[in-house]
């Protein structure tokens, strides 16, 4: 009997490759957001089996503005429906903008319709999150939270301020790594939104990569930081994005020359001083870049009209922050880039930088900005009515979305 079932069962096994169905290796090329927590190996992002992860995901943005919970809860539509529109386009992930602000106790979550989400009201903005969360796994969704802002009122330079010191964020996201220890759906930490440039050099007060101040230079922060929240959980990724000029000034202009390491890119974008200047942490094989990357919707910058646009583009890439992948030193996690694409020349762009970011499982790992259409440079995936999909957008995502496994 025995003999005779292992001869059937490896006639089933046969019989459903030829037929299409995946085997147990083919899966783990397809899995979605793969299985328990992540970590990762040279440039891939993997999971507790060893199974290559590509997170192919949105922003859903609002708790980080004086709402203090996700925007489009007021809604005709219910919270649920819309993560479940998420997962039906192909999105596995979610990157969630919050504020120091929305986690003080008393902190109060607005902008609810008692008619479509009932079930939030009264909530606070973490109740809120926690039902989030806790759905968006249900549907096998990861969820990356992102310190967007120290208050709800506008986004900073640096990641701290006189208000919500350096000690505020760090023990912040050691409370938030506290609270969901032990969820395989909460992945890890975007410690701080678009570092960037301010003042004018030899006076730069702005964030700078590798220069050795410990106020400003934000590569040591994002190793304080990584490593106090690895210190109480060390299961997470830390997702740590770049500058925008190396020296935290603004000396320079893009001069078109990619071998210029002190041109300045995009808030967020410029992980050119990463490869000398790597962020070390404490727990091995945790560190995700994530840079930041837009088009003329948001500002037109020069490279955009350079005459061999777009084949100017991926030089650009590969200098601020795309080496890091090919040369195999860690993965990328691209997390934010979209444009409303009114202008042909952002289109263009979208083409050419999924293309980029390569095919399949093995490509690098993004969310897109934004799944809410009340950004106001961007744009959103979906309409005004939080329901109808921005279709040019999301024909051009479509190729690259790995769905998530229920």
């Known amino acids: 009997m025995t003999q005779r079932l292992t001869v059937l069962f490896a006639l089933l096994t046969v019989t459903l490759a030829l037929c299409g169905a995946p085997t147990q290796a083919a899966a783990a090329q397809v899995s979605g957001t793969g299985t328990g ?26 708790m980080e503005t004086d709402n203090k919970t996700f925007h489009g809860l007021w809604a005709n539509v219910t919270w649920k429906s819309q993560i479940d529109h998420m997962a039906q386009l192909g999105y596995n992930t979610i990157r969630v903008p919050f504020s120091n602000d929305a986690l003080k106790p008393g902190a109060v979550a607005t902008g609810i319709n008692d008619w479509t989400n009932p079930d939030l009201v009264g909530l606070s ?67 701080h939104n678009e570092p960037h440039a301010e003042g004018t050099n030899p006076n730069a007060t702005g964030a700078c990569w590798g220069c050795g101040v410990t106020t400003r230079d934000w590569r040591l922060a994002a190793e304080r930081a990584g490593n106090a929240i690895l210190s ?29 390491d002190e041109d300045c890119g995009w808030w967020g974008g410029n ?3 990463a490869g ?3 962020v070390r942490l404490s ?19 020069t490279w955009f009209h350079a005459p061999n646009y777009p084949a100017n583009m991926p030089a650009i890439w590969d200098k601020y922050w795309g080496y890091l992948h090919k040369q195999n030193i860690a993965p990328l996690m691209m ?8 202008n042909p020349i952002d289109k ?22 934004a799944w809410n259409p009340n950004s106001g440079d961007t744009g959103g995936i979906v309409k005004d009515d939080w329901v109808t999909v921005q279709q040019e957008k999301q024909t051009i995502l479509q190729p690259y979305l790995i769905s998530p496994n229920p």
């Open 37 to 62: 927590y992540l970590h990762t190996s040279g440039n891939k992002i993997v999971d507790s089996t060893g199974a290559t992860v590509r997170l192919t995901g949105l922003n859903w943005f609002g």
């Open 125 to 191: 903005p973490l109740q809120i999150l926690d039902q989030v969360v806790a759905y968006a796994g249900q549907k096998g969704m990861r969820i990356i939270l992102d310190r967007h802002r120290p208050t709800s009122a506008q986004q900073t330079a640096l990641w701290y301020t006189s208000a919500v010191p350096e000690s505020t964020w760090i023990n912040d996201w050691k409370a938030l790594a506290q609270r969901y220890a032990g969820n395989t759906t909460v992945i890890g930490a975007d410690l």
């Open 232 to 260: 109480v959980q060390p299961n997470w990724l830390i997702f740590v994005e770049g500058v925008s000029c190396p020296s935290g000034g603004l000396s320079n202009v893009w001069d078109g020359d990619p071998s210029n």
């Open 271 to 273: 992980l050119s001083k």
């Open 276 to 278: 000398e200047f790597p």
């Open 283 to 301: 727990v091995a094989n945790r560190l995700v870049y994530s840079p930041h990357e837009y088009a003329t919707s948001v500002f037109d910058q």
């Open 335 to 342: 997390g934010e880039f979209g444009s409303t694409l009114a």
């Open 348 to 369: 263009v762009w979208l083409q050419n930088l999924m293309q980029y970011t390569g095919s399949g499982v093995d490509g690098m790992s993004f969310t897109y900005w």
